[in-house]
């Protein structure tokens, strides 16, 4: 089992700038990715951004790309969201989750592990 725990969301407006932070415990040795995802009032749960643990590949949906920074902090276990630029369009319950295998980074359906979420709000 691996808990993740989020932190860092809030109310914010539209060009400013909110970083989220998800601290994994337990058995973290499984983790090959941990992944930001993000979903809605009515919509699905979209994939933001993901990044490899082994390697540091980063992944980003092309709706955040250039505004949003993934980082980790692998003696933490911590994987960090920096969103600047914010929009009304980002507004949504942020969720992190943790892959405990290889590719499909960008599927949430392929996460295994998922963190309570966040709620990310922007205003315009």
């Known amino acids: 089992q691996v808990q993740l725990v989020e932190s860092g969301g809030g109310l914010v407006q539209a060009g400013g700038s909110l970083g989220l932070s998800c601290a994994a415990s337990?058995?973290?040795?499984?983790?090959?990715?941990m992944g930001w995802f993000r979903q809605a009032p009515g919509k699905e749960r979209e994939f933001v951004a993901a990044?490899?643990?082994?390697?540091?590949?980063?992944y980003y949906a092309d709706s955040v790309k250039g505004r949003f920074t993934i980082s980790r902090d692998n003696a933490k276990n911590t994987v960090y969201l920096q969103m600047d630029s914010l929009k009304p369009e980002d507004t949504a319950v942020y969720y992190c989750a943790t892959r405990s295998a290889t590719g499909y980074y960008t599927f949430a359906s392929f996460y295994h592990y998922w963190g309570q979420g966040t709620q990310v709000t922007v205003s315009s």
């Open positions: 337990g058995r973290t040795f499984s983790t090959y990715a």
């Open positions: 990044i490899s643990w082994s390697d540091g590949s980063i």
